[in-house]
T-cell receptor
């Protein structure tokens, strides 16, 4: 069983489109995250949710809207995709009081 | 700001101990040091963390200097599968708003 799973793994789309990436964790953790890794391999936190409540929002454009329907899911919806949104997006989960994050395998988004 | 400084790259012979240094001279008294690694384009993997005492687990050992301004991750018997980018991270923030900020890391190559 995959602990943190993301879908889709690959996503190719045109500029201006809207797309979503889904994430699920079966570890029972109370906190989930989205990280973005760009072409230069910098890994930056975008959002974190604790028990469905947003606790970190790292100055991400409001075209990005995370949604957490329950503790085990954190989805990322992106409106009006731009070329600069091309990256690998990683979902992660943890217990809030620890920094031991479990990452998914990533979703590679390519905007043409 | 990653708050850590690591060498860009290192080589280590297979079977030998790999010692990865990290400087975190501005670390605060309640900030932890975490180590993660990323193998190729997979999701980052947690290795170990510590506050001020040395720590050891099944993967590695973490040695933190007494002044806490630097640390060393030790992989005791490196294998080819340990080839990865290793990130040293200082966990910043107040309880409930912690985040891990990844820097550029050290690319460790294990030589057969």
């Amino acid at each position: 069983d995959t602990a943190v799973s993301q879908t889709p793994k690959y996503l190719v789309t045109q500029m201006g489109n809207d797309k979503s990436i889904k994430c699920e964790q079966n570890l029972g953790h109370d906190t989930m995250y989205w990280y973005k890794q760009d072409s230069k391999k910098f890994l930056k936190i975008m959002f974190s949710y604790n028990n469905k409540e947003l606790i970190i929002n790292e100055t991400v454009p409001n075209r990005f809207s995370p949604k957490s329907p329950d503790k085990a899911h954190l989805n990322l919806h992106i409106n009006s995709l731009e070329l600069g949104d091309s990256a690998v997006y990683f979902c992660a989960s943890s217990w809030r009081v620890t920094g031991e994050l479990f990452f998914g395998e990533g979703s590679r988004l390519t905007v043409l | 700001d990653a708050k850590t400084t690591q060498p860009t790259s290192m080589d280590c012979a297979e079977g030998r101990a790999a010692n990865l240094p990290c400087n975190h001279s501005t670390i605060s008294g309640n900030e932890y040091v975490y180590w993660y690694r990323q193998i190729h384009s997979q999701g980052p993997q947690y290795i170990i963390h510590g506050l001020k005492n040395n720590e050891t687990n099944e993967m590695a050992s973490l040695i933190i200097t007494e002044d806490r301004k630097s640390s060393t991750l030790i992989l005791p018997h490196a294998t080819l599968r340990d080839t990865a980018v290793y990130y040293c991270i200082v966990r910043v923030g107040n309880f409930g708003n912690e985040k891990l900020t990844f820097g550029t890391g050290t690319r460790l190559t294990i030589i057969p």
